[in-house]
């Protein structure tokens, strides 16, 4: 059985960082993407980044403009997502997903086994 455990997240003021972290169980994500997702209330869960198998290659949303960083451990079975420069609207529940299609695929449909999610609170 696979599981996906997130940590990190909380609440921090605007211009903060923060770091959150996806360890896989039971599944090894040394040859699959993985990506980032985010939902803030009453909002569709949108696409923040992904990463290639490798790791060698990411892509992110518009809206990150440079404030994220998307690495991965393959050793560790575990996917990062730093985040820095932290405004409000960035305030939502953060998943991460393992990717079942092209690692350039931003659909919520191309990725599995979700975590649990982790809330990220921005305050002004």
């Known amino acids: 059985q696979v599981q996906v455990v997130q940590s990190g997240g909380g609440l921090v003021q605007a211009g903060g960082s923060l770091s959150l972290s996806c360890v896989v169980f039971?599944?090894?994500?040394?040859?699959?993407?993985m990506g980032w997702f985010r939902q803030a209330p009453g909002k569709e869960r949108e696409f923040v980044g992904a990463i290639n198998w490798a790791g060698a290659r990411t892509a992110y949303a518009d809206f990150v403009k440079g404030r994220f960083t998307i690495s991965r451990d393959n050793d560790k079975n575990t996917v990062y997502l730093q985040m820095n420069s932290l405004q409000p609207d960035d305030t939502a529940v953060y998943y991460c997903?393992?990717?079942?299609?092209?690692?350039?695929?931003?659909?919520?449909?191309?990725?599995?086994?979700w975590g649990q999610g982790v809330q990220v609170t921005v305050s002004s």
């Open positions: 997903a393992r990717g079942i299609s092209s690692w350039t695929s931003r659909s919520t449909s191309d990725f599995d086994n």
């Open positions: 039971g599944r090894i994500i040394g040859g699959s993407p």
